[in-house]
Protein backbone atom coordinates (compact mmCIF):
# COMPACT_ATOMS: atom_id res chain seq x y z
CA UNK A 1 0.00 0.00 0.00
CA UNK A 2 1.22 3.63 -0.79
CA UNK A 3 2.48 5.47 2.05
CA UNK A 4 3.62 8.89 3.11
CA UNK A 5 7.16 9.05 4.75
CA UNK A 6 8.76 11.97 6.09
CA UNK A 7 12.73 11.57 6.84
CA UNK A 8 14.44 12.92 9.01
CA UNK A 9 17.83 13.42 7.83
CA UNK A 10 21.21 13.46 9.48
CA UNK A 11 21.72 16.90 11.46
CA UNK A 12 25.81 16.61 11.16
CA UNK A 13 26.11 17.99 7.82
CA UNK A 14 24.02 19.06 4.22
CA UNK A 15 23.13 16.18 2.26
CA UNK A 16 25.34 15.66 -0.80
CA UNK A 17 28.58 17.08 1.48
CA UNK A 18 30.07 14.15 2.07
CA UNK A 19 29.91 15.02 5.95
CA UNK A 20 26.93 12.66 6.94
CA UNK A 21 29.02 9.45 5.32
CA UNK A 22 27.51 6.75 4.40
CA UNK A 23 24.24 7.41 5.44
CA UNK A 24 23.40 10.62 2.45
CA UNK A 25 24.03 7.58 -0.13
CA UNK A 26 20.99 5.56 1.88
CA UNK A 27 18.54 8.45 2.20
CA UNK A 28 19.46 8.89 -1.51
CA UNK A 29 18.64 5.76 -2.15
CA UNK A 30 16.02 4.82 0.07
CA UNK A 31 14.18 8.16 -1.96
CA UNK A 32 14.54 6.76 -5.84
CA UNK A 33 13.76 3.14 -4.32
CA UNK A 34 10.78 4.32 -2.40
CA UNK A 35 9.54 6.85 -4.69
CA UNK A 36 9.41 4.31 -7.70
CA UNK A 37 7.67 1.88 -5.53
CA UNK A 38 4.65 5.09 -5.39
CA UNK A 39 5.38 6.30 -2.14
CA UNK A 40 5.63 9.64 -1.41
CA UNK A 41 9.01 10.93 0.17
CA UNK A 42 9.54 14.17 1.74
CA UNK A 43 13.17 14.76 3.05
CA UNK A 44 13.22 17.31 5.97
CA UNK A 45 17.44 18.50 6.43
CA UNK A 46 19.88 20.98 7.09
CA UNK A 47 19.90 24.23 4.61
CA UNK A 48 22.02 23.76 1.46
CA UNK A 49 21.18 19.80 1.04
CA UNK A 50 20.40 18.60 -2.53
CA UNK A 51 19.45 15.67 -4.24
CA UNK A 52 17.92 15.18 -7.64
CA UNK A 53 14.73 13.84 -7.69
CA UNK A 54 13.90 14.52 -4.21
CA UNK A 55 12.03 16.69 -2.38
CA UNK A 56 13.77 18.69 0.31
CA UNK A 57 12.73 20.98 3.02
CA UNK A 58 15.80 22.54 4.01
CA UNK A 59 16.17 24.23 7.87
CA UNK A 60 18.72 26.68 9.11
CA UNK A 61 20.28 26.46 12.06
CA UNK A 62 23.61 24.99 13.77
CA UNK A 63 25.21 21.27 12.81
CA UNK A 64 25.54 18.82 15.47
CA UNK A 65 28.78 17.14 16.34
CA UNK A 66 29.36 13.49 14.94
CA UNK A 67 29.20 11.09 18.13
CA UNK A 68 32.38 9.75 16.95
CA UNK A 69 34.30 12.50 17.49
CA UNK A 70 33.14 12.63 20.99
CA UNK A 71 34.08 10.09 24.69
CA UNK A 72 31.55 7.34 25.26
CA UNK A 73 30.63 9.54 28.39
CA UNK A 74 30.22 12.89 26.74
CA UNK A 75 26.95 14.52 27.76
CA UNK A 76 24.26 15.35 25.22
CA UNK A 77 25.65 18.14 23.47
CA UNK A 78 22.67 20.75 21.53
CA UNK A 79 23.85 23.40 19.88
CA UNK A 80 22.75 27.07 20.01
CA UNK A 81 19.95 27.17 17.26
CA UNK A 82 19.78 23.54 16.77
CA UNK A 83 19.53 22.43 13.41
CA UNK A 84 17.64 19.31 14.71
CA UNK A 85 15.66 21.05 17.13
CA UNK A 86 14.26 23.24 14.14
CA UNK A 87 13.94 20.24 12.21
CA UNK A 88 11.68 18.50 14.68
CA UNK A 89 9.83 21.52 15.40
CA UNK A 90 9.08 21.26 11.51
CA UNK A 91 8.47 17.46 11.48
CA UNK A 92 5.73 17.71 14.13
CA UNK A 93 4.12 20.68 12.47
CA UNK A 94 3.25 18.54 9.37
CA UNK A 95 3.39 14.76 11.08
CA UNK A 96 -0.36 14.72 10.87
CA UNK A 97 -0.09 14.58 6.54
CA UNK A 98 2.36 11.67 6.98
CA UNK A 99 2.00 7.83 7.66
CA UNK A 100 5.18 7.78 9.38
CA UNK A 101 8.53 9.46 10.29
CA UNK A 102 11.96 7.58 9.44
CA UNK A 103 14.72 9.54 11.66
CA UNK A 104 18.26 9.17 10.36
CA UNK A 105 19.50 11.19 12.83
CA UNK A 106 22.01 9.06 15.12
CA UNK A 107 21.31 12.04 18.38
CA UNK A 108 19.41 12.29 21.69
CA UNK A 109 16.56 14.33 20.51
CA UNK A 110 14.82 12.77 18.09
CA UNK A 111 14.76 9.28 20.41
CA UNK A 112 13.83 11.30 23.51
CA UNK A 113 10.92 12.80 21.23
CA UNK A 114 9.46 9.76 20.26
CA UNK A 115 6.37 9.10 22.69
CA UNK A 116 5.20 12.40 22.45
CA UNK A 117 4.82 12.60 18.51
CA UNK A 118 1.29 11.19 17.23
CA UNK A 119 2.48 9.68 14.16
CA UNK A 120 5.12 6.74 14.31
CA UNK A 121 8.84 7.22 14.26
CA UNK A 122 11.14 4.71 12.65
CA UNK A 123 14.51 5.03 13.95
CA UNK A 124 17.39 3.66 11.28
CA UNK A 125 20.24 3.46 13.21
CA UNK A 126 23.49 3.92 10.78
CA UNK A 127 26.38 3.33 13.89
CA UNK A 128 27.30 1.30 15.97
CA UNK A 129 27.17 2.11 20.18
CA UNK A 130 29.20 5.56 21.05
CA UNK A 131 27.29 6.80 23.84
CA UNK A 132 26.09 5.69 26.88
CA UNK A 133 23.44 8.28 26.71
CA UNK A 134 22.46 7.64 23.40
CA UNK A 135 22.42 3.95 24.33
CA UNK A 136 20.40 4.81 27.28
CA UNK A 137 17.79 6.67 25.97
CA UNK A 138 17.67 4.55 22.68
CA UNK A 139 17.35 1.52 24.75
CA UNK A 140 14.43 2.59 26.56
CA UNK A 141 12.72 3.75 23.59
CA UNK A 142 13.36 0.01 22.10
CA UNK A 143 11.35 -1.56 24.49
CA UNK A 144 8.60 1.15 24.37
CA UNK A 145 8.34 0.37 20.80
CA UNK A 146 10.20 -2.95 19.91
CA UNK A 147 9.45 -2.83 16.24
CA UNK A 148 10.99 0.60 15.17
CA UNK A 149 14.36 0.63 15.62
CA UNK A 150 16.13 -0.32 11.89
CA UNK A 151 20.10 -1.06 11.84
CA UNK A 152 22.15 -2.36 8.61
CA UNK A 153 23.81 -5.10 10.31
CA UNK A 154 23.84 -8.02 12.85
CA UNK A 155 27.38 -7.01 13.94
CA UNK A 156 26.35 -3.10 14.88
CA UNK A 157 23.28 -4.34 16.28
CA UNK A 158 25.40 -6.30 18.66
CA UNK A 159 27.19 -3.44 20.10
CA UNK A 160 23.96 -2.07 21.55
CA UNK A 161 22.49 -3.23 24.55
CA UNK A 162 19.01 -3.81 22.98
CA UNK A 163 20.34 -5.86 20.12
CA UNK A 164 17.39 -8.01 19.85
CA UNK A 165 15.07 -4.68 19.14
CA UNK A 166 17.04 -4.61 15.91
CA UNK A 167 15.89 -5.70 12.44
CA UNK A 168 18.66 -6.10 10.33
CA UNK A 169 18.10 -4.56 6.87
CA UNK A 170 21.51 -4.31 5.29
CA UNK A 171 21.61 -1.72 2.53
CA UNK A 172 21.55 -1.08 -1.37
CA UNK A 173 22.75 0.46 -4.29
CA UNK A 174 21.24 1.33 -7.82
CA UNK A 175 23.36 -0.99 -9.78
CA UNK A 176 22.81 0.29 -12.78
CA UNK A 177 25.37 3.30 -11.69
CA UNK A 178 28.29 0.86 -11.16
CA UNK A 179 29.70 -0.84 -14.12
CA UNK A 180 31.58 -4.20 -14.08
CA UNK A 181 35.37 -3.63 -15.05
CA UNK A 182 37.08 -7.39 -15.47
CA UNK A 183 40.48 -6.07 -16.20
CA UNK A 184 41.82 -3.66 -13.33
CA UNK A 185 44.98 -1.58 -13.60
CA UNK A 186 47.30 -2.47 -11.34
CA UNK A 187 46.47 0.23 -8.58
CA UNK A 188 43.79 -0.11 -4.84
CA UNK A 189 41.39 1.94 -3.62
CA UNK A 190 40.56 3.65 -0.15
CA UNK A 191 37.15 5.52 -0.11
CA UNK A 192 35.59 6.96 2.46
CA UNK A 193 35.29 9.88 4.96
CA UNK A 194 39.20 10.91 6.16
CA UNK A 195 38.82 10.50 10.12
CA UNK A 196 40.79 8.53 12.70
CA UNK A 197 38.06 5.55 13.00
CA UNK A 198 38.66 4.69 9.21
CA UNK A 199 42.43 4.68 9.95
CA UNK A 200 43.69 5.39 6.32
CA UNK A 201 47.42 4.97 7.83
CA UNK A 202 46.97 1.48 7.46
CA UNK A 203 46.12 1.59 4.05
CA UNK A 204 48.90 3.68 3.57
CA UNK A 205 51.38 1.99 4.85
CA UNK A 206 50.16 -1.69 2.74
CA UNK A 207 50.42 -0.11 0.02
CA UNK A 208 54.04 1.46 0.99
CA UNK A 209 54.68 -2.37 1.53
CA UNK A 210 53.78 -3.32 -1.79
CA UNK A 211 54.64 -0.69 -3.77
CA UNK A 212 51.11 -0.78 -5.12
CA UNK A 213 49.81 2.85 -5.96
CA UNK A 214 46.54 4.00 -3.30
CA UNK A 215 44.18 5.77 -5.08
CA UNK A 216 42.14 7.68 -2.06
CA UNK A 217 38.79 8.63 -2.20
CA UNK A 218 36.37 10.91 0.31
CA UNK A 219 35.38 13.79 2.12
CA UNK A 220 38.38 15.16 3.95
CA UNK A 221 37.05 15.38 7.33
CA UNK A 222 39.80 16.04 9.78
CA UNK A 223 42.47 17.95 8.22
CA UNK A 224 45.22 17.52 10.91
CA UNK A 225 44.85 13.45 10.62
CA UNK A 226 45.18 13.97 7.47
CA UNK A 227 48.11 16.13 7.01
CA UNK A 228 50.16 13.88 9.82
CA UNK A 229 49.53 10.57 7.33
CA UNK A 230 51.24 12.87 4.39
CA UNK A 231 54.13 13.59 7.04
CA UNK A 232 54.29 10.43 7.98
CA UNK A 233 54.58 8.43 4.71
CA UNK A 234 56.12 11.20 2.27
CA UNK A 235 57.27 8.71 -0.41
CA UNK A 236 54.33 6.53 -0.13
CA UNK A 237 52.75 5.93 -3.60
CA UNK A 238 49.38 7.50 -2.93
CA UNK A 239 46.93 9.81 -4.99
CA UNK A 240 44.34 12.18 -3.28
CA UNK A 241 41.22 11.96 -5.71
CA UNK A 242 39.07 14.21 -3.87
CA UNK A 243 35.21 13.67 -3.02
CA UNK A 244 33.75 12.47 -6.22
CA UNK A 245 30.31 12.43 -7.48
CA UNK A 246 28.82 8.63 -7.72
CA UNK A 247 29.50 8.92 -11.06
CA UNK A 248 33.13 9.75 -11.26
CA UNK A 249 34.19 7.50 -8.36
CA UNK A 250 32.89 4.24 -9.77
CA UNK A 251 34.78 5.33 -13.13
CA UNK A 252 38.09 4.67 -11.23
CA UNK A 253 37.21 2.88 -8.54
CA UNK A 254 36.45 0.02 -11.25
CA UNK A 255 39.59 0.09 -12.43
CA UNK A 256 41.29 -0.94 -8.94
CA UNK A 257 42.50 -4.55 -8.00
CA UNK A 258 41.23 -4.11 -4.68
CA UNK A 259 39.01 -1.83 -2.08
CA UNK A 260 41.20 -1.44 1.31
CA UNK A 261 38.97 -0.93 4.20
CA UNK A 262 40.87 -0.20 7.27
CA UNK A 263 38.28 0.57 9.48
CA UNK A 264 39.12 1.30 13.22
CA UNK A 265 35.83 1.51 14.77
CA UNK A 266 33.16 -1.40 13.91
CA UNK A 267 31.79 0.20 11.14
CA UNK A 268 27.97 -0.57 10.94
CA UNK A 269 28.00 -1.08 7.41
CA UNK A 270 30.31 0.08 4.94
CA UNK A 271 28.51 2.06 1.96
CA UNK A 272 31.86 1.27 -0.14
CA UNK A 273 31.96 -2.18 0.64
CA UNK A 274 29.14 -3.18 -1.62
CA UNK A 275 29.82 -0.13 -4.47
CA UNK A 276 33.25 -1.83 -5.12
CA UNK A 277 31.66 -5.27 -5.40
CA UNK A 278 28.81 -3.66 -8.03
CA UNK A 279 31.90 -2.98 -9.98
CA UNK A 280 33.61 -6.14 -9.88
CA UNK A 281 36.08 -5.04 -7.41
CA UNK A 282 36.94 -7.23 -4.51
CA UNK A 283 37.46 -5.85 -0.70
CA UNK A 284 40.21 -6.29 1.62
CA UNK A 285 39.18 -5.46 5.05
CA UNK A 286 39.45 -6.14 8.98
CA UNK A 287 37.25 -8.73 10.27
CA UNK A 288 35.64 -6.82 12.21
CA UNK A 289 31.63 -4.53 11.65
CA UNK A 290 29.73 -4.72 8.37
CA UNK A 291 32.65 -5.30 6.05
CA UNK A 292 32.57 -8.78 7.97
CA UNK A 293 29.34 -10.21 6.70
CA UNK A 294 29.31 -8.33 3.58
CA UNK A 295 32.83 -9.80 2.27
CA UNK A 296 32.99 -13.92 1.93
CA UNK A 297 36.63 -14.17 2.89
CA UNK A 298 38.38 -15.97 -0.74
CA UNK A 299 35.49 -15.27 -2.66
CA UNK A 300 34.35 -11.99 -2.52
CA UNK A 301 37.80 -10.49 -1.36
CA UNK A 302 39.94 -10.81 2.36
CA UNK A 303 38.85 -10.48 5.92
CA UNK A 304 42.26 -10.41 7.72
CA UNK A 305 43.28 -9.53 11.18
CA UNK A 306 42.17 -6.31 12.98
CA UNK A 307 44.74 -4.06 12.83
CA UNK A 308 47.49 -6.34 10.92
CA UNK A 309 49.17 -3.91 7.92
CA UNK A 310 51.08 -7.43 7.46
CA UNK A 311 47.92 -9.29 6.49
CA UNK A 312 46.57 -6.15 4.28
CA UNK A 313 49.99 -6.87 2.76
CA UNK A 314 49.25 -10.49 1.99
CA UNK A 315 46.24 -10.43 1.24
CA UNK A 316 46.92 -7.40 -1.35
CA UNK A 317 49.26 -10.32 -3.27
CA UNK A 318 46.47 -12.36 -3.01
CA UNK A 319 43.89 -10.53 -4.82
CA UNK A 320 44.55 -12.05 -8.13
CA UNK A 321 42.78 -15.58 -6.94
CA UNK A 322 39.44 -13.48 -6.64
CA UNK A 323 36.89 -14.36 -9.30
CA UNK A 324 35.57 -10.72 -10.13
CA UNK A 325 32.00 -11.47 -11.56
CA UNK A 326 31.50 -13.76 -8.03
CA UNK A 327 31.89 -9.62 -6.55
CA UNK A 328 29.28 -8.23 -8.95
CA UNK A 329 27.14 -10.95 -8.54
CA UNK A 330 26.54 -10.70 -4.80
CA UNK A 331 25.98 -7.14 -5.18
CA UNK A 332 23.38 -8.26 -7.60
CA UNK A 333 22.39 -11.09 -5.44
CA UNK A 334 21.59 -8.94 -2.08
CA UNK A 335 22.47 -5.09 -2.35
CA UNK A 336 20.48 -4.28 -5.16
CA UNK A 337 18.14 -1.32 -4.97
CA UNK A 338 15.13 -4.02 -4.99
CA UNK A 339 16.47 -6.41 -2.79
CA UNK A 340 16.72 -3.74 0.13
CA UNK A 341 13.58 -1.95 -1.05
CA UNK A 342 11.65 -4.81 -0.32
CA UNK A 343 13.36 -5.14 3.36
CA UNK A 344 12.57 -1.69 4.36
CA UNK A 345 9.23 -1.87 2.86
CA UNK A 346 8.47 -4.76 5.22
CA UNK A 347 10.02 -3.44 7.95
CA UNK A 348 7.61 -0.10 7.66
CA UNK A 349 4.64 -2.90 7.42
CA UNK A 350 5.18 -4.75 10.15
CA UNK A 351 4.48 -1.91 12.71
CA UNK A 352 2.45 0.93 10.61
N1 LIG B 1 31.85 8.72 -1.15
C1 LIG B 1 31.56 9.51 -2.26
N2 LIG B 1 32.59 10.03 -2.99
C2 LIG B 1 33.88 9.82 -2.68
C3 LIG B 1 34.19 9.00 -1.56
C4 LIG B 1 33.15 8.47 -0.81
O1 LIG B 1 30.39 9.74 -2.58
O2 LIG B 1 34.76 10.31 -3.39
C5 LIG B 1 30.75 8.17 -0.34
C6 LIG B 1 30.54 6.68 -0.60
O3 LIG B 1 29.77 6.49 -1.74
C7 LIG B 1 29.83 6.22 0.68
C8 LIG B 1 30.28 7.24 1.74
O4 LIG B 1 31.02 8.24 1.04
O5 LIG B 1 28.43 6.29 0.53
C9 LIG B 1 31.10 6.59 2.83
O6 LIG B 1 30.25 5.78 3.55
P1 LIG B 1 30.56 4.49 4.40
O7 LIG B 1 29.26 3.78 4.66
O8 LIG B 1 31.62 3.66 3.75
O9 LIG B 1 31.16 5.02 5.77
P2 LIG B 1 30.71 6.17 6.82
O10 LIG B 1 31.26 7.46 6.31
O11 LIG B 1 29.21 6.17 6.86
O12 LIG B 1 31.32 5.79 8.13
Keep these: MMKKVLIL???????????GGGVELTIYN????????????????????????????EIEGNLHTPAQTQSRQTPVIMPDNSVLANMLDYAYQIQSEYDVIVNFAFDWLPFYLTPFFSTAIAHFISMGSLSDSLDQIMGKIATRFPYQFGVYT????????????CQCLGSGIDLS????????????????????????????????????????????????????????????????????????????????????????????????AIEALACGVPVISYARGGPAEIVTDGKTGFLVTPDSVEDLAIAIQRLPEINRYDCRQVAEDVYSLTAWGNRFESWLDSFI
Design 30 to 57: LIQEMQGRGHIIKVIAPKGSFFDHADII
Design 9 to 19: STPVGALSSGI
Design 154 to 165: KSQADTFPFADK
Design 177 to 272: LYQFQPQPKKQLAWLGRIAPEKALEDAVKASEITNIPLLIFGKIQDQEYWQTIQNQHPSAPIKYQGFLSTKDLQAQLRDCLGLIMTPRWVEAFGNV
